[in-house]
């Protein structure tokens, strides 16, 4: 049995050599310490846009010494929150996910809060918006940092020769590229009498009433503008006032001068309607231009993405974000953090914006002019607005401010548009709230 | 010490050997083969369709927030719901009426076909069963170009005889019309292939019998046909009525329950409540509401075939 002593000199050597150990630390990153990690991408809608992330995520993988694995995920079919809600129930799969709108609140028990990412990303790219805060934001954690690829607002989409011909509204003037827009006169009110005077002319706004995104987003943003919210930010139903029963007589006239299909119009209705030449305006981010600049370019070229009309309430415009959240369970989260950093930078994010021709929308104030949007034509300038460079209009969500997991069942049971299209087809105004309250005291169950 | 070992191993020996042997009788038993060769499809249903369907039963009982045990919390709840018992309604009017329809299209296709000449008639069955084997998702694709409500070609033909335009996945009426009309056109080609072979196993003397006796071509069908097709007409209802209560793509593809929900059915409503609304708990309680009712038509179509076999 022999015992080793340790000497007082060797006792001091250890400690002094475990102290510089730990003094150094710090600036040796997690992420540097290799392992693997996995990432699933929404899928994009345009051509050639994934490469840009994966040749980002490349760059850090090889950077960082890290086994990296991307999966692009798409939407169509619900594949990706099929996916999320397998992954969530497994408690296993992907360690970072890009969600949707309401998926990270839908999820937040099983999210690893990043406030430490977003605190240094704010600090470096600037503020991010109202609607990113409140899907992305639980607690005063942050459930996942915004996302660029896929983030969109769906403003209006015009057709600058059929609104000067019959509607009289030169839009290029309204929302000038390159400088502020002069769109003081853009009201709910001009928007009727020009919704009025292309059907007469015979190419209707092409503004879907089912039960798609699309159509309720833009319900949402028009019930906004009348103040008129079915759900307070507290909870409480607020269904039956003033400014929903404005909102509603208000698309009540509105309807009148739409197509008369629009009730079984879907996300794809819209951006047809634009293509085909038949409609004036749609409610849609860049993609129905991007597809007219391909298959119908006498289209695009009279195309032009210009900001929301204001209510009595204000201006409001869908914004739609993604986000990058990363699962509790993943084994890896120092590096899922430094990767989420490192698709935030600047540089990264004009890359993401660029490869998809101006579709994406990055959340952070400091990164709304960047040149793609400028340049992107034809006509040149037609998304210089897109991206809302002037903060011209607050951007939101349908259902908002209702609690998160309240309103993405009033959103994805469309409860607007459906309540829009009863009191359209003749129903009662009072049934119709009444139906509309009834709907939404379910939708309350925790 | 050794004696003992050598004891015990010829005991385990013997042991081994009688083992060895009954394995064997075992295995040489018809039905222990079946079972092997069967076990790996019991496995699979047992992976795919047991643990699931316990699973979701467990998930039912569950609250939103699947932390907390509600027992039959989430059936209460939908039963006060007004969009409950709309689906419930709309699911039992498209099950019905396009099992209805598919089986009567398919009874009378299957006679058509019977009466074609042996020698054309393959091509006939082949070409008859092209929308059964294309998968729904890929074929609905194709209605729902169909029916668009802008661009519909059914509209664009009709047009040319003044007709329309009709809003086939617009208006309430002309959206269920149009997704059973779908599930119908899917359908009847199993009804058909099903009565087609049961026609070929009704026994010519029977016909011949009923001609002397001065039967009619309906008398034939009656009295003859009809009862020596019954159980097949019954099986075959009931496997399409529990397909059919459970369809998905057609509806999600062509309406997405709309307009106006007039169109959900219970799993497109599960969808939507639990997946899209993130509340899988209840999703799960309406997917499962399907189960007591088909149970209760299963139990009578099947009584009543039991019946007729034993009176056979």
Not at chain 2, 265 to 293: H, N, Q
Request: charged share 15%; with cysteine; net charge positive.
């Amino acid at each position: 049995m022999s015992r080793k002593k340790l000497t007082r000199r060797q006792f001091v050597a250890a400690t002094a050599a475990t102290s510089a150990a730990m003094i150094t630390a710090p600036y040796v990153r997690g992420a540097y310490a290799a392992g693997k990690l996995s990432m699933a991408f929404w899928d994009h809608w345009v051509p050639g846009a994934n490469k840009a992330s994966t040749d980002l995520c490349n760059e850090w993988a090889a950077k960082e010494k890290v086994d990296l694995t991307i999966d692009y995920i798409t939407s169509q079919g619900n594949k990706n929150i099929l996916t999320i809600a397998a992954e969530a129930q497994a408690k296993s799969g992907h360690d970072i996910f890009q969600m949707p709108t309401w998926w990270p609140h839908a999820n937040a028990e099983n999210i690893e809060p990043v406030n430490d990412v977003m605190d240094a990303l704010i600090k470096q790219n600037g503020e991010v918006n109202g609607t990113v805060k409140y899907l992305g934001q639980a607690g005063g954690k942050w459930l996942g940092v915004p996302a660029c690829v896929g983030s969109q607002i769906k403003g209006p989409c015009s057709r600058i020769d059929l609104m000067k011909k019959f509607a009289n509204i030169d839009v290029q003037a309204m929302y000038p590229a390159g400088g502020p827009p002069k769109a003081d006169n853009w009201t709910l009110d001009t928007f009727l009498k020009a919704a009025e005077a292309c059907y007469k002319g015979g190419v209707p706004f092409g503004i879907g009433l089912g039960e798609t995104s699309d159509c309720v987003d833009t319900a949402g943003a028009i019930f906004q503008s009348f103040g008129g919210h079915l759900v307070d930010a507290k909870g409480n139903l607020t269904v039956k006032t003033d400014e929903v029963r404005q909102a509603l007589d208000y698309y009540k006239k509105l309807i009148a001068f739409l197509p008369p299909d629009v009730s079984a119009w879907d996300d794809a209705s819209n951006n047809k309607w634009l293509v085909s030449g038949k409609g004036a305006l749609i409610m849609n981010p860049p993609s129905a231009w991007a597809v007219a600049k391909r298959d119908a370019p006498q289209v695009a070229e009279q195309c032009w993405t210009h900001g929301f009309p204001s209510g009595p309430k204000g201006r409001f415009a869908p914004f739609l974000p993604f986000f990058w959240s990363l699962w509790s369970f993943s084994k890896n989260k120092e590096a899922a953090k430094s990767l989420l950093l490192h698709l935030s930078q600047p540089a990264s994010v004009e890359k993401m914006v660029v490869a998809s021709g101006g579709y994406d929308l990055p959340a952070f104030e400091n990164l709304t002019k960047l040149k793609v949007w400028a340049e992107e034509g034809p006509p040149k300038g037609t998304l210089f607005h897109y991206p809302d460079p002037y903060k011209h209009q607050t951007l939101s969500i349908a259902a908002s401010p209702a609690p998160p997991k309240i309103a993405q069942q009033i959103y994805f049971q469309a409860t607007l548009t459906k309540m829009c299209l009863r009191y359209a087809q003749g129903e009662a105004m009072e049934k119709t709230l009444a139906w509309a309250e009834g709907e939404c005291e379910g939708f309350m169950r925790s | 010490m050794a004696d003992v070992a050598f004891e015990q191993s010829r005991i385990a020996s013997a042991g081994g050997v009688r083992r060895r042997t009954s394995l064997h009788n075992a295995l040489k038993r018809k039905s222990t083969m079946a079972f092997l060769m069967t076990l790996p499809l019991i496995l699979l249903i047992l992976l795919l369709v047991v643990y699931p369907a316990f699973y979701a039963v467990h998930l039912a009982t569950l609250n939103k927030s699947m932390a907390r045990f509600v027992g039959f919390g989430n059936f209460e709840f939908l039963f006060k719901r007004e969009t409950f018992w709309l689906v419930v309604k709309q699911s039992c009017i498209f099950a019905i009426s396009a099992v209805f329809f598919k089986a009567l299209i398919g009874f009378i296709v299957a006679h058509f076909v019977h009466n074609v000449p042996a020698k054309g008639q393959r091509k006939w069955r082949g070409m008859l069963l092209v929308p059964w084997v294309i998968p729904p998702a890929m074929s609905t694709l194709a209605w729902l170009w169909l029916f668009d409500p802008s661009y519909s070609a059914f509209n664009y033909t009709l047009s040319a005889f003044g007709i329309g335009p009709i809003p086939w996945t617009g208006d309430a009426g002309w959206a269920r019309f149009s997704v059973i009309l779908v599930n119908i056109w899917y359908g009847a080609p199993f009804f058909m292939i099903m009565y087609l072979a049961a026609l070929k196993s009704v026994p010519e003397q029977l016909y011949e019998a009923a001609a002397i006796d001065g039967a009619n071509w309906w008398q034939r069908i009656w009295y003859v046909t009809l009862p020596m097709m019954r159980n097949i007409i019954a099986i075959t209802a009931l496997f399409s009525l529990i397909v059919t209560f459970a369809n998905f793509d057609i509806v999600r593809i062509l309406t997405s329950g709309g307009p106006l929900d007039h169109t959900h059915i219970f799993a497109t409503w599960a969808f939507r409540v639990g997946i899209e609304g993130s509340d899988i708990p209840l999703g799960a309680s309406v997917s499962l509401f399907m189960v007591p009712i088909l149970a209760v038509a299963a139990i009578f179509i099947l009584r009543d075939v039991t019946k007729r076999g034993n009176e056979a």
